[in-house]
């Protein structure tokens, strides 16, 4: 292929990712202005026309000092992202030589060290490993086109540069696994690069609850969070509640936080025995933690705050995914009294749902939840996500004419009706069910099971109520398609993933080094470790280690019997050599041995018996004359040898 | 380009990009551990295996390397000549990438030179053409062949020295004079020319070909015969051989006399004269061959260098 062509082709390619990534990344100004001048200095570059050298310069001189300017902490990443992205399109405008080209790489490498704060999913894992494949061949070949001061490249040349740069970039890929449980960790980070602004990848959770609003992202598949239960597993996994906050003021459209929660948790010193779970929040959910209910002890590595009403919430700002354990017990609900006033907050409503929230009032509060909740059954409303009753006057409509909702609509409805009959209530957002994935042995929530329910203060106990229907609700509507299966399968990966890449910090480092020692004192000393192990992680963990060590043992073995494997490696490609060291065990067990200095003939020389000399004798000539004459052994050439080696082998 | 800065050891070089490189690994490392951000580890991790793979993978590169040097039996001092490199890359998984080469030698005068090429790509044998004009007359010695390499991505250069014993003798530059003795004692080479044509030379018997035989002294009816290239030898009548004595040829020093000489035995190789040159207390004598040609050559390159 003609240099040029290929120098082009490599740089676009190499450019794709990255832009498709910053896509999600860049202010929509700044993206399409580089993605502009990056086409314009293709499209230039294919003219022969290049921006003078001093003006690039300037410029992003000029660039460097705006974001040394506009700098701070608050927007470091996405400030020093578009000066990366600006740089880049400035390079590009430029006529490039082999330096310019390292430069733009090298830009590229840091602009893709700049995304791994933005994407944490695997396929972002991936795609920074095809960029590197990329870049690794993109740079290799022009070098090798400037060194070898090459026009156009050959394709036997071709084959060998991807076949080699494969092998070392494999390899690479290998050795990295080890760098990165290795290399030195602190405890926590002395710098936090993650700001309130950079926000990006948020889901469609809010604080607050616009009727109509969570239908929108009812249909995602966007995966909230995935948590391991300690021991034992879910019975119903699909009527587990997350909580993530309350709402407490209606102004009747919207339902929102109106009041501060202190940071009490009301479990505090109430003795909870319940189940234990490992969750890896996805996504920011306006600082808020979904636990389940109910959830008495979280526990993280950064600080978080446990709230009156329940709720969890982040006390900085954080990373994601977000590591956390907590401790709950399903069904055990809270008794905490504070402000309940607030509560028993209504906005102006329409003389129509002032009848129907008398209409409903039973002798005791248990019985004016038992009525609402049994109106909608008498009136047959439906769960639906779609034609939801908007305008001026939603919930109106929804209570007597459509009588279709979501579950916005049936727990705003309640908690009006409720509160209208001097009932505290709440609305509660989260997340209903969860999805088992039984090859993880985890359990994972995705976006649309985003749901909203109702809390009611009862008896001196705030009681869960969920008025949708149940049997419309469809958390998990039949997915029976490959594309969801296949989703399933990859978040998988995506679990094991976080669990062990993103998640890795300096205890578990620890743990790995402090069970490294232990294994290999335990191979050492020969013990028997039948029984021993109790814990599955551990036992897994285990069997990572003995691997890793049989590798550096390999490594190792291939290092000290390099020339053994070299051998080996020899005789698997070239039949001939195989065949000639077959030839020289032969006459080796016959006594007679080549010294490193004789060649192939003064060997046969050595021999005394006449017959095998002369056997001998005709497997150095032909082996010689394919050998020294540098002709390729073919088939015919190899058969001989080893009809000759054969007879040899008959003289014993 | 030029991205050599300083030499880490021997047998390995960090270029300017090697040094932004390393740089990079040691600003992200920073940045991972205080961040904890485990994808800039993965980062790290790789740039650091990387680094480590690409020296194993250069000086693979460089393994199992052999040469040998060919070279025209006849260089001159101010001609243009060539050298001959064949590098042979031996049996390895791995072809040979980006081979800079440098073959230093020692002129007469023992003063250090080098020859440079480059080699893109090796797998097998191949020959790297050096271009040579010496300036000096005789013996030149290979000190060492420098093969480095900026495989894989010019982060270092990886050098390996192969030893390479070859040498080759330079002949003087030939330039043309007169030679005042030939016109007193011996007739020309037109007139000899004419003597041969007339066959007053006698015929004495067939030799085999040698490389340079002058045309007219090819055997072209054995040729015909046997297709077999035969050169006709004669004895030259009762004329003794050109005699050309070094002192006593035109010139204002030596090199311009050895200068002299070595036109005049081209010239009476090229016409089939026969020759005798006198070296101080050395006559040699010319069989009329290619090999005593150059055997007489090398006598005048190496003249006055012991």
């Known amino acids: 292929m003609e240099r040029t062509k290929l120098e082009r082709l490599l740089l676009g390619l190499s450019l794709l990712i990255p832009f498709i990534l910053a896509f999600q990344v860049l202010s929509k100004e700044i993206y399409f202005l580089t993605l502009g001048l990056t086409l314009l200095a293709f499209f230039l570059e294919g003219k022969g026309v290049f921006l003078p050298r001093f003006f690039i310069n300037a410029s992003g001189v000029l660039f460097i000092i705006f974001f040394l300017l506009t700098v701070n902490l608050s927007n470091f990443l996405e400030n020093a992202l578009r000066t990366l992205f600006l740089l880049l399109t400035l390079k590009l405008l430029e006529r490039k030589r082999l330096r310019d080209f390292f430069q733009i790489y090298l830009l590229e490498f840091l602009i893709f060290a700049g995304f791994s704060y933005f994407f944490t999913s695997f396929w972002f894992f991936l795609l920074l490993f095809v960029q590197i494949v990329l870049i690794s061949y993109a740079l290799f070949l022009h070098l090798y086109m400037e060194e070898g001061e090459a026009k156009f490249l050959r394709g036997e040349e071709l084959r060998h540069i991807i076949l080699t740069l494969g092998l070392l970039l494999s390899f690479t890929f290998l050795l990295s696994s080890l760098f990165f449980l290795g290399l030195p960790r602190l405890s926590s980070p002395l710098f936090n690069l993650f700001t309130k602004e950079e926000k990006k990848a948020q889901s469609g959770f809010t604080d607050k609850i616009r009727l109509g609003e969570i239908s929108e992202i009812q249909e995602s598949s966007r995966v909230i969070l995935r948590f391991i239960i300690e021991s034992g597993n879910l019975t119903h996994p699909e009527s587990l509640y997350f909580r993530v906050m309350t709402y407490d003021y209606f102004d009747g459209k919207t339902w929102q936080k109106g009041m501060t929660i202190p940071d009490i948790s009301p479990f505090k010193g109430v003795p909870m025995r319940g189940k234990r779970a490992t969750i890896y929040l996805e996504e920011d959910l306006e600082g808020y933690l979904p636990v389940p209910e109910y959830t008495s002890q979280v526990r993280s590595n950064v600080r978080i705050r446990g709230l009156f009403d329940g709720t969890y919430a982040l006390a900085e700002v954080t990373s994601y995914p977000l590591k956390y354990e907590v401790s709950f017990v399903e069904g055990h609900p809270m008794d905490e009294e504070i402000n309940l006033e607030a509560y028993l907050q209504v906005p102006e409503v329409k003389e129509s749902i002032r009848e129907l929230a008398q209409r409903l009032r039973g002798k005791t509060q248990e019985e004016t939840l038992r009525n609402i909740l049994a109106y909608y059954q008498r009136e047959n409303f439906k769960y639906s996500l779609k034609d939801l009753p908007l305008g001026a006057a939603p919930l109106e409509r929804f209570l007597f004419e459509t009588k279709r909702g979501n579950c916005e609509y049936f727990a705003g409805a309640t908690a009006l009706l409720l509160r209208m009959n001097e009932v505290p209530a709440r609305l509660v957002g989260g997340f209903k069910g969860a999805i088992y994935q039984k090859r993880g042995n985890y359990y994972l929530v995705l976006e649309r099971f985003a749901h909203a329910w109702v809390e009611a203060y009862i008896g001196g106990k705030w009681i869960r109520v969920d008025p949708s229907p149940t049997s419309t609700f469809q958390a998990f509507p039949r997915e029976g398609g490959l594309l969801s299966k296949l989703r399933l399968y990859a978040d998988i990966i995506n679990f094991y993933y976080t669990k062990f890449i993103l998640d890795y910090d300096l205890k578990k480092q620890k743990k790995l080094l402090h069970l490294l020692g232990k294994t290999f004192s335990q191979v050492i000393q020969k013990k028997e470790y039948r029984g021993q192990e109790r814990d599955g992680s551990f036992s897994s963990l285990r069997k990572g280690l003995i691997f890793i060590l049989l590798l550096v043992i390999f490594v190792g073995l291939f290092l000290k019997y390099r020339g053994l494997f070299k051998f080996l490696g020899r005789c698997i490609t070239h039949p001939e050599v195989r065949l000639y060291y077959a030839f020289e065990r032969e006459l080796k067990k016959r006594g007679y041995i080549r010294e490193p200095w004789e060649g192939i003939f003064d060997l046969v020389d050595k021999i005394g018996e006449p017959e095998l000399r002369e056997g001998a004798r005709r497997f150095a000539e032909i082996y010689s004359s394919y050998y020294y004459k540098e002709k390729a052994f073919d088939k015919e050439a190899l058969e001989e040898l080893k009809s000759w080696l054969k007879r040899l082998k008959s003289l014993r | ?306």
């Not at chain 2, 440079?116 to 790297?128: C, D, N, P, Q, V």
């Open chain 2, 1 to 306: 380009m030029k991205l050599s800065v300083g030499t880490l050891f021997g047998a390995l070089k960090i270029t300017k990009a090697g040094v932004l490189y390393t740089l990079l690994t040691i600003f992200m490392g920073v940045s991972a551990i205080n961040t904890g951000n485990n994808l800039l580890f993965v980062m790290v991790s790789l740039l650091l295996s990387f680094m480590w793979l690409s020296g194993v993978f250069a000086r693979a590169n460089l393994a199992r390397l052999e040469a040998r040097l060919s070279y025209p039996s006849e260089i001159y001092v101010g001609k243009r000549s060539f050298l001959l490199l064949h590098l042979r890359k031996g049996l390895s998984p791995l072809p040979g990438f980006l081979l800079r080469i440098e073959l230093i030698y020692l002129d007469p005068y023992g003063e250090r030179l080098s020859l440079k090429g480059k080699i893109a790509f090796l797998k097998g044998e191949r020959e790297l053409y050096l271009p040579f004009e010496p300036k000096k007359r005789g013996l030149y010695k290979v000190e060492e062949l420098k093969i480095s390499s900026l495989f894989p991505m010019g982060l270092f250069e990886r050098r390996k020295w192969l030893d390479l014993k070859e040498e080759w003798v330079v002949f003087p530059e030939p330039k043309r004079c007169i030679y005042a003795q030939m016109r007193k004692d011996r007739p020309s080479f037109a007139e000899e020319r004419m003597k041969a044509q007339l066959g007053q030379s006698v015929f004495e018997r067939l030799e085999e070909y040698s490389p340079g035989t002058p045309r007219k002294l090819i055997s072209w009816k054995s040729l015909a015969k046997w297709e077999e290239l035969k050169k006709k030898v004669f004895i030259e009548g009762q004329n003794p051989p050109l005699l050309l004595e070094i002192e006593k040829l035109p010139g204002e020093n030596l090199e311009e006399r050895l200068s002299c000489a070595t036109y005049l035995v081209l010239e009476a190789f090229k016409k089939g004269t026969s020759i005798a040159v006198k070296l101080g207390n050395t006559l040699l004598h010319s069989s009329g061959n290619y090999n005593s040609k150059i055997k007489i050559l090398r006598e005048l390159a190496l003249y006055g260098k012991d």
